[in-house]
């Protein structure tokens, strides 16, 4: 019979993890990062899971004629944003408990 307990023991943790696990994507699809460029002239608001809510650019930095400088600006606030996702993301998924085998009494 230690078999089926243990076995009903691994399904548990398993069905465990995988709540943990929801729970965590739920937490990452609610967390907002803001990523930023130039000194805060373009910055982007977006969901840890990449999901893009707002891009905001300042006006002085439009007033240049230099419109390539402003491309690499916003470029560089989503790249900053992705990476603060992907931070979020890493902080998240640490606190989901690790699968361990459950010993078997016998």
Known sequence: MGDISSNDALLEQA??????????????????VEGSAGGGAV????????TVLEVHI???????????MLED??????????????????AAMSRVDTFSPVEDGG
């Not at 069905?15 to 907002?32: G, P, Y």
């Not at 910055?43 to 990449?50: I, L, T, Y």
């Not at 300042?58 to 390539?68: L, S």
């Open 15 to 32: 069905q465990q993890i995988q709540q943990q696990l929801l729970d965590q994507r739920k937490e990452i699809s609610s967390t907002v």
């Open 73 to 90: 600006l916003v470029a560089a606030a989503f790249r900053d944003g992705l990476r603060r996702c992907g931070n979020a993301q890493a």
């Open 43 to 50: 910055k982007v608001s977006m969901q840890a899971d990449g």
């Open 58 to 68: 300042d006006p002085d930095a439009v007033q240049r004629d230099d419109i390539a």
